[in-house]
């Protein structure tokens, strides 16, 4: 088993979180300082805006341990088996089949419930 430690918080890498963070912040005022600008093109802009702050933010430590981590992720989530749609669609039935069965039960416990309630209020059964 790996023993991995967490990054060290350096001040640069604190120093590119601020970056970044003001390079967003710029990008999303100035989509909105320039709403005269076509649609598209504010779009565009914003999105390299993000592009150049998750650039920025991947340079710190933490941003290659979160880049570390989606590729780890991605691995091993083509170790998963997925089911087939055969399996899927008859445990799919079974489990409806279950919450009927289940629902008719409590149905049926309500109206016992209700009828014995019912006779122990009104004893006449008025």
């Known amino acids: 088993m790996k023993s991995k430690t967490l990054p060290e918080k350096s001040p640069a890498d604190t120093i590119k979180l601020a970056a970044a963070a003001v390079i967003l912040g710029a990008g999303i005022v100035g989509f ?3 709403e005269d600008q076509p649609q598209l093109m504010r779009v565009l802009g914003i999105l390299f805006v993000v592009a ?3 650039a920025v ?3 710190t430590a933490q ?3 979160l ?3 989606l590729k780890e992720s991605r691995v091993e989530l083509r170790k998963v088996v997925w089911p087939t749609r055969q399996e899927t ?3 799919t039935l079974i489990v409806l089949i279950v919450v009927l069965i289940v629902a008719i039960f409590l ?6 419930l209700f009828w014995a ?3 122990i209020v009104r004893p006449g059964g008025s």
């Open 57 to 59: 933010a991947m340079t």
């Open 107 to 112: 149905w049926l416990m309500d109206m016992f």
């Open 32 to 34: 909105y300082v320039y």
């Open 89 to 91: 669609l008859q445990t």
């Open 67 to 69: 880049w570390g981590f």
């Open 63 to 65: 941003g290659r341990s």
């Open 117 to 119: 309630v019912d006779a």
């Open 52 to 54: 150049a702050a998750v």
